[in-house]
């Protein structure tokens, strides 16, 4: 069963950073792309970033493009989110997300296809 635990949330002011992480279990991690999204109250859930499974290509939401930085650690079957000069508007619940199959690329991710296994969520709240 694929597990994906996320962790690193918590309350920073605007401009600080913080970097997520997820880990992930129960298949072999360095075959996929994976992605991080996000959900603020009352909002839709959106596309943050997603990386390929070598971590050589990455794809990045307008909003957060030269503030986040997504990447991974296949020896460690984690990936991170790296969150610098946030903002209050980041504030929300991160997921971890997985994709159902090999071929799913960032793009695939960042347009929400074969998107199919997600963690708990993790809450990031930046106060003004």
């Known amino acids: 069963q694929v597990q994906l635990v996320e962790s690193g949330g918590g309350l920073v002011q605007a401009g600080g950073s913080l970097r997520l992480s997820c880990v992930v279990s129960?298949?072999?991690?360095?075959?996929?792309?994976m992605g991080w999204f996000r959900q603020a109250p009352g909002k839709d859930r959106e596309s943050v970033a997603a990386i390929n499974w070598s971590g050589g290509s990455t794809s990045y939401a307008a909003s957060v493009e030269g503030r986040f930085t997504i990447s991974r650690d296949n020896a460690k079957n984690t990936v991170y989110l790296q969150m610098n000069s946030l903002k209050p508007e980041d504030t929300a619940v991160y997921y971890c997300?997985?994709?159902?199959?090999?071929?799913?690329?960032?793009?695939?991710?960042?347009?929400?296809?074969?998107?199919?296994?997600w963690g708990q969520g993790t809450l990031v709240t930046v106060s003004s």
């Open positions: 129960g298949r072999t991690f360095s075959n996929y792309a």
């Open positions: 997300v997985a994709p159902s199959t090999p071929v799913a690329g960032p793009g695939d991710i960042m347009h929400n296809s074969y998107l199919e296994f």
